[in-house]
């Protein structure tokens, strides 16, 4: 047996819980503008930021987001709600997000980091909350 196929088997054992571990704070670090990490000793409740990028209405503040997984993740996306109030097409007034990657485009792939990149460069296509949609549309060149 190769080391490959050695560390493809060991992957395999590992918990969920380890895997996701693994895979979410320590791929994050350097990455400006994101960050999450589990809520105490619960490692299926983090909670994250992403900050608003750069040439956007939403440079310059800063968005709490909770981040549940479930026992089947990565093959299951996490939820992922915005805490902090945000006015945007994508987001309803509960906080809940329309992000294909968090529903029908999912992918083991995407892992924690990816998510929040996903999320902080969100945008316009098939808005969830269509009074923002609509407000939005209506103050183009305003901005």
Not at 28 to 56: H, L, Q, R, Y
Not at 78 to 98: A, M, R, S, Y
């Amino acid at each position: 047996m190769d080391a490959t196929c050695i560390i493809y088997q060991s992957f395999l054992y590992l918990s969920a819980v380890d895997r996701r571990y693994s895979i979410g704070p320590q791929k994050m670090n350097g990455d400006s503008g994101i960050s999450a990490f589990p809520e105490g000793d619960n490692i299926f409740c983090w909670k994250g930021t992403v900050s608003g990028s750069k040439d956007t209405v939403f440079q310059g503040t800063e968005y709490k987001l909770l981040l549940s997984f479930p026992n089947d993740y990565p093959f299951k996306p996490p939820k992922v709600k915005f805490e902090t109030g945000n006015f945007h097409p994508n987001v309803d007034v509960f906080g809940n997000i329309c992000l294909d990657i968090l529903q029908d485009k999912r992918s083991t792939a995407y892992d924690v980091r990816s998510i929040l990149i996903f999320i902080q460069s969100l945008l316009g296509a098939s808005p969830l909350n269509t009074q923002a949609a609509a407000l939005w549309s209506n103050q183009e060149g305003k901005w």
